[in-house]
């Protein structure tokens, strides 16, 4: 299955039930580009802290109890109409710039403190 298949699969989901750290990023887009879908992650914590800020997924837990109640939960949100905000600094357009900023502004650092560059 290709990248182009499984985003329709998601954009047409009943609900998402994934572990995919990418699960709160996909979630943001679709709901920024007007396709929300029910997002639910089974995982008790993520590296994606903005994303469930925003309540763009539903952190679900790994219990049979905690997921099933995290489906349901993400389903009627979503039938509802409430399906959070994208995340801004997932939405930004000038990512080349801050890279080429991030990377000219930590060089010097990382030579010296990873690298052990003087």
Not at 49 to 73: H, N
């Amino acid at each position: 299955m290709g990248f182009h298949d499984y985003n329709c699969l998601q954009m047409n989901a009943f609900a998402v039930v994934s572990d995919s750290g990418t699960l709160p990023e996909e979630s943001s887009f679709f709901t920024s580009i007007g396709k929300p879908f029910p997002a639910i992650c089974i995982r008790t914590s993520t590296e994606r802290p903005e994303a469930l800020d925003k309540a763009c997924f539903v952190l679900a837990g790994i219990s049979e109890a905690s997921l099933l109640q995290g489906i349901d939960t993400a389903v009627e949100m979503n039938k509802n109409n409430d399906l959070g905000i994208p995340v801004p600094v997932y939405t930004d357009e000038n990512v080349s710039t801050k890279v080429v900023k991030i990377i000219q502004s930590y060089t010097e650092i990382v030579n010296k403190m990873v690298w052990r560059k003087f």
